[in-house]
């Protein structure tokens, strides 16, 4: 059976052969590469332990702050690559928070999952990093679009349309940008990757079938998620680089 | 046929210098009046400033201090997005939108298609270009041509004041010769009131009834054309006509 404490210190062998190669080949990451085992270790140790007892209480209040932390830890990072962070801050958690409380009621409301937290927090983990990827995304490429289309903006500007009409092309570059890696997976799902959810359950001992028809449904879950976060994180973004009067402010 | 005064406009910005963000005056305390249908040229090195007050005036910035009035009104007190119509911008390098040139033509109007299409026919052929232009694809066009149907896109919106930022610095002297025409033309024919930069001394008396010399963000003479460019009072007109002043200089 894999999960025993003995077949995880096993698998150390793995690492021990990643700290081989980088002293060998004075890679100069045998630091970098303990403390990761170490942090990931503790870090996944500790996320079972809450887990199980989120689990066990099985209280929709925790179930909901869970998941409230994990939009907060996805909003913070996806911020984090923009320059205005604390705007980007606000802006990726609104989004990732928008688009993964709708995905997932949506889901509780067609009564496709029921409000079982070994159902909910894990669909939500997965909402909320492909939500974040799609945040970060949007906060970068809209910061591009407006740096690097100014004169395109400005022309538009200048002939009395609005700054949401000016930066249309933009908008709708940045949410395509945003979606992506989400398209992407959708096209190759099952043919070149098995995606996380389905390999677990696979792993964990259920029928193929099983596992594909919950996949089918993360990555619908996925996309509409997704979708959300892009176009929230697109529009939002954008209405920072202007002014009320509809002026094009960027550094 | 609107009248335009700038009363002590000021324009700071923030500049980078090393780490450290600097305040500069880009315009410093600029009055300024352009009479109804008249053309007046500006000039000045670069980094004077010219742009600038051409931006300000069409509210794509907004002044530090001071004001600036259209036909008596701080265009502060007037909606931006109609001002913008009326006071038109045409750039120094035409932008064209993706697509043919009647989607250019059409950029940001509420109009039938059929009285577009009159429209468009009319405005094109006010800069000289006729309609089978419409079709064409505008990423296609040759800087001249794009300029002309950014001048077309510019009319279609019915301003009273054209603002032209060194519309022919990218032309070769045939299509310059060709602008500067239809600039005098759509003066008299629409009524233009028209703001027009240039590095381009004979360009400025070959147009312009009257010129303003900016140097680093100050006004430091106006007057008739003619008389200004040939007969500088200011001692900074003198050098910068006679090609004498390098832009940090004052």
Same mark, same amino acid.
């Given at each position: 059976m894999i999960g025993g404490i003995k077949e995880v210190l096993l698998a150390l062998v793995l690492v021990a052969v990643s700290i081989g190669i980088s002293y060998f080949r004075k890679l100069d990451l045998e630091k970098d590469l303990l403390i990761g085992t170490l942090r990931s270790f503790v870090q996944l140790i500790a996320v079972g332990y809450a887990l199980e007892l989120v689990f066990d209480l099985n209280n929709l209040w925790l179930i909901l702050l869970v998941i409230l932390i994990m939009v907060l830890v996805g909003g913070q990072t996806a911020g984090?690559?923009?320059?205005g962070s604390l705007k980007g801050f606000t802006i990726s958690t609104f989004s990732i928070g928008v688009g993964t409380f709708f995905t997932l009621g949506a889901l509780l409301l067609l009564g496709v999952i029921t409000a079982d937290p070994k159902y909910v927090i894990p669909l939500a983990g997965m909402t909320i990093g492909n939500s974040t990827n799609a945040a970060a995304l949007a906060l970068e490429r809209m910061y591009s679009e407006m740096k690097n289309k100014k004169d395109q903006i400005e022309q538009a500007l200048s002939l009395g349309v609005t700054s949401t009409q000016a930066v249309e092309h933009s908008f709708k570059a940045t949410v395509r940008a945003a979606m992506i890696p989400t398209l992407n997976l959708m096209k190759i799902v099952g043919l070149v990757q098995l995606p996380g959810a389905m390999t677990g359950m696979i792993l964990a001992g259920a029928s193929p079938l099983q596992a594909v028809k919950l996949q089918i449904i993360v990555v619908y879950m996925l996309i509409c998620a997704v979708s959300i976060a892009a176009v929230i994180t697109s529009r939002l973004s954008q209405s920072t680089y202007f002014t009320k009067y509809h002026q094009l402010v960027i550094s | 046929m609107f009248k335009i005064e700038l009363k002590k406009v000021t324009r700071k910005r923030a500049v980078k210098e090393g780490n450290n963000l600097k305040e500069m /005056?880009?315009? %410093?305390?600029v009055d300024l009046s352009v009479q109804p249908e008249e053309i007046c040229t500006i000039l000045g090195p670069s980094g004077s400033g010219k742009s600038t007050l051409l931006r300000l005036i069409n509210r794509l910035e907004e002044v530090s201090s001071g004001s600036i009035h259209l036909d008596g009104i @701080?265009? %502060? /007190?007037?909606e931006v997005l109609n001002l913008r119509k009326k006071v038109s911008l045409v750039f120094q390098v035409p932008v064209m939108f993706d697509g043919k040139v009647e989607e250019n033509l059409r950029f940001g109007l509420k109009v039938s298609d059929e009285k577009s299409d009159e429209e468009m026919e009319k405005c094109l052929n006010l800069v000289?270009?006729?309609?089978?232009?419409? %079709?064409? @694809?505008?990423? /296609?066009?040759?800087i001249g041509e794009r300029q002309r149907v950014s001048l077309a896109r510019t009319l279609m919106h019915k301003p009273e004041v054209l603002l032209l930022d060194e519309p022919t610095s990218a032309l070769d002297p045939t299509a310059t010769l060709q602008i500067e025409k239809l600039i005098k033309d759509l003066n008299q024919e629409l009524k233009l009131t028209i703001l027009f930069i240039t590095h381009n001394l004979s360009q400025a008396q070959r147009l312009g009834h009257r010129c303003v010399i900016l140097i680093a963000g100050e006004k430091v003479e106006e007057g008739d054309s003619q008389v200004v460019l040939q007969n500088p009072n200011n001692p900074l007109s003198q050098k910068f006509i006679r090609g004498e002043l390098v832009k940090e200089e004052k």
């Open positions: 984090s690559r923009t320059k | /005056e880009v315009l %410093k305390g @701080d265009i %502060k /007190e007037l000289s270009l006729d309609s089978n232009f419409l %079709k064409r @694809d505008s990423q /296609e066009l040759s």
